[in-house]
């Protein structure tokens, strides 16, 4: 029997005090209830990498760094990934894009999927994470959960939780339904092209 797909909540920031560790747990929760999908948090600051130092693209050569390799390890364990990211300055963060550098090969012809927060639900982040996905042969999907602004500070500052949105739930569970089709279809994909690759 096939297992069900395993997706990765890739905690998009590091810094003390980070909001997407909530973000991440709330999304974590409407996850762990479904029976299509299994899903893990995984958190950034476990995967300490330095700034992309090595001498050539992961497209080409493996990454050396011990931590580095750790981290392509565990993406290798995937079928699809959802990261959970801040908007900083119309973009997202720099701890993101240097892990998202550190590897090539575990994320191809996986989806991809968004949970931002911030000014206008970190719809800009959120944009350029799909274009570096696409060139990480990934396969973004199309809804996304966007915690805007109002939200953000009535969760951060004012007492109140994600239940308090319930649009935010129905966001989660559309996002969901497309990701699990997206991840199985993926999956039985790369299971084909590997049994056709060792069959050659």
Known sequence: MTRNPHIGIVIGSTREGRFSERAAAWFY?????????????????????????????????????????????????????????????????????????????????????????????AARAIEQLRMVAVELQMAPVPKSVNVGMAEFLGIWQQGKDFVDFPHLEQAAVALLDDLSWWSLTLKTGRQAASAQASAA
């Not at 999908?37 to 693209?57: G, H, K, T």
């Open 29 to 121: 929760a409407i996850a762990a209830r479904r029976t299509d999908l299994s899903v893990e948090i995984i958190d950034l600051r476990d995967y300490p990498l330095p700034f992309f130092d090595e001498p050539a693209s992961p497209a080409w050569v493996p990454p050396k760094n011990p931590v580095a390799e750790r981290w392509t390890t565990k993406l290798a364990e995937l079928d699809g990934i959802v990261f959970v990211t801040p908007e900083y300055n119309h973009g997202y963060s720099a701890v993101l894009k240097n892990a998202l550098d550190y590897a090539f090969q575990p994320f191809n012809r996986k989806p991809a999927a968004f949970v931002g927060y911030g000014g206008v639900g």
